[in-house]
């Protein structure tokens, strides 16, 4: 076994391990090691062939690969040690990490870490979805690695569940590459994914959205054969008798995403209700010195941010190397029932930053106020003409507005009509 020592291990080459890569250096960190999976840098961005990515770093429009490239740029000809092919299998509370690579095993001691392994797609059993398993059921970015990156098209009749933004990505490439989308369904009375993505890849290309429905069965011993699309009432119960009969030769999955948080939680990390790591505001798990970003921590809406949020939690490891103190978490951060999570749990208020909070509403809203209230003294208000779950809202508060020895910071949504 190989054994390493370096100042910053990061985890994971896609948009926030980059960006965590490149904040981590910004700060001053000498010795840094970037470990990916693939064997090239950029994670899931590699298989987006769609444009969309670099407005908020470059204030260009870009595909996945070109962002990805203009990004690993930044590292290049740097000092940065970079791993590919190779496997974080764990880390510790102490800071180690045992990692397998096609050079063999290494065992690697780093004096801060940056966990920013993305995200995991729901699959079919985790949604228990009736019926049988034939092949032709694929989740979305499976879907899109194949005809992406390998160049197959996984069938020639598609239907989609749920209007996750992965799914209607491919609605529109599929269409592209001459296969037949019979539609998405979406369980919620509510489309799931970006306004600008069912415009652009559902109703550009004539493709109907059969919300508060799902699939209620799927038929096809070796190869999928069909489904039954039927409705669902409020409590997403399907309804008897609605059912409808669809041929088709592939079924996407689009119904989640979840943070990779597996290595993480088995550190003994506490876990948040975005399904992340809870963190403070430096983006520190309750780990001292191990810090989490982009995807892992929380699903985001643009590669864009979580890139933003690798640089922070970067600059913050680095800076927890110069002064290895950990943080009193004093103030906690709590939300009412209009808000599904807070980014992040907790808040020192003798930091120095400003606090950056990011959530989502729980439900589509209409004119809605956002309060921030510091030990019941509200501090900063935000209108909003309205909100969706599908769109992250980040908030930045000042410190100036964070008084010393607070207890607790509430963000609260409400409704204005």
Request: hydrophobic share 40%; proline share 4%.
């Amino acid at each position: 076994m190989m054994r390493k020592e370096v100042d910053v291990l990061i985890v994971g080459g896609g948009a926030a391990g980059l960006g965590a890569t490149i904040g981590a250096m910004e700060e001053g960190a000498q010795n840094v090691l970037l470990v990916d999976r693939k064997n090239r840098l950029g994670g899931i961005l590699t298989q987006c062939v769609h444009s969309g990515f670099g407005l908020k770093v470059f204030n260009q429009e870009l595909t996945g690969p070109e962002f990805a490239s203009r990004l690993a740029r930044k590292i290049k000809g740097t000092a940065v040690e970079i791993l590919l092919n190779a496997f974080v299998l764990s880390l510790s509370p102490n800071k180690e990490a045992l990692i397998s690579s096609r050079q063999g095993l290494y065992q690697v001691r780093a004096k801060a870490i940056v966990y920013a392994a993305g995200c995991l797609e729901r699959t079919p059993g985790m949604i228990r979805l009736p019926g049988t398993r034939p092949s032709g059921v694929l989740t979305a970015g499976l879907a899109q690695l194949y005809l992406n990156e390998y160049g197959y098209l996984p069938g020639k009749r598609a239907f989609i569940l749920g209007s996750g933004d992965i799914g209607l990505i491919m609605a529109r490439r599929l269409s592209l590459e001459g296969a037949k989308v019979l539609g998405v369904a979406e369980i919620m009375p509510y489309s799931n994914g970006l306004v600008r993505n069912k415009v652009q890849c559902l109703d550009d290309f004539s493709i109907p959205l059969y919300l508060s429905h799902t699939v209620s069965k799927v038929y096809g011993n070796s190869q999928l054969e069909g489904i039954d699309l039927s409705r669902v009432d409020e409590r997403g119960a399907i309804i008897e008798g609605s059912q409808t009969h669809i041929e088709c030769d592939l079924l996407l999955l689009s119904v989640g995403l979840l943070p990779n948080v597996g290595t993480l939680k088995n550190a003994g990390a506490k876990i948040g209700e975005s399904k992340g790591a809870a963190v403070d505001g430096s983006l520190m798990t309750s780990l001292p010195g191990i810090f989490t970003a982009g995807n892992s921590l929380h699903v985001h809406d643009l590669a864009d941010e979580a890139y933003l949020e690798g640089i922070e939690a970067g600059k913050a490891a680095a800076q927890y190397i110069s002064n290895p103190v950990d943080p009193v978490k004093e103030a906690t951060l709590t939300h009412d029932g209009n808000i599904s999570y807070l980014v992040p749990s907790s808040y020192d208020s003798y930091s120095t930053r400003d606090l950056l909070i990011k959530f989502r509403c729980r439900r589509p809203i209409g004119k809605c106020s956002i309060n921030i209230s510091c030990d019941g003294e509200v501090v900063k208000t935000i209108k909003k003409l309205s909100m969706l779950p599908s769109e992250m809202e980040i908030i930045r508060i000042p410190k100036k507005l964070l008084k010393n020895n607070l207890k607790t910071i509430e963000v609260t949504l409400e409704d204005n009509l």
